[in-house]
């Protein structure tokens, strides 16, 4: 038994140690391809207009991803998203202002295990510091696995639609 308690002890200890060690930064680019939800989307898609890819770095290691605009709107679909951010971005570059008021992440995945969880804590206290973003909100595929995701990490339900869905985190 003390076997089996040292191995849990351990498992314990590795996966807080990478928790406590990783860090959230901005990156250039990402390999879409790791992507599984949202492939079909280029680099230059993800970031053009604004948009960011962040990611959670534990030693040289980038462990989760996450895709996020900025838009003054909360999309339905990616094409929406894609319309709402380049508004936003040109908003901002008429007006010398900072782009759109509501973060919104529409693709995150984790290489490993807490990773998504731990990218979503990340960005929202990023977001929360920020001066002029007030809202964090999703444009998730239509499955079970981003729906539990989202509530389990303390999400409201804003909108189910034909494709996607959206969920909030209160800021």
Not at 15 to 28: K, P, R, S
Not at 50 to 68: L, N, S
Request: contains cysteine; positive net charge.
């Amino acid at each position: 038994m003390s076997k089996l308690n040292k191995k849990i002890k351990d498992k314990f200890k590795n996966f807080f140690e990478w928790i406590n060690g990783a860090q959230l930064i901005e990156l250039d680019t990402c390999d879409p391809n790791e992507d599984p939800i949202r492939p079909e989307l280029d680099v230059e898609f993800r970031t053009t207009f604004g948009r960011k890819i962040y990611g959670v770095k534990y030693k040289k290691e980038i462990c989760a991803i996450m895709c996020f605009g900025f838009t003054n709107e909360i999309p339905r679909t990616i094409e929406e998203f894609d319309l709402m951010t380049k508004d936003a971005h040109l908003q901002s570059t008429w007006r010398n202002s900072n782009v759109g008021k509501i973060a919104i992440a529409y693709t995150v995945w984790s290489k490993k295990k807490g990773g998504g969880k731990l990218i979503v804590k990340e960005v929202f206290k990023k977001i929360k510091k920020s001066n002029h973003l007030n809202r964090l909100v999703t444009l998730s595929p239509l499955t079970d696995m981003a729906r539990n995701f989202h509530l389990r990490n303390g999400a409201k339900e804003l909108s189910v639609n034909e494709k996607t869905q959206n969920f909030e985190y209160k800021i």
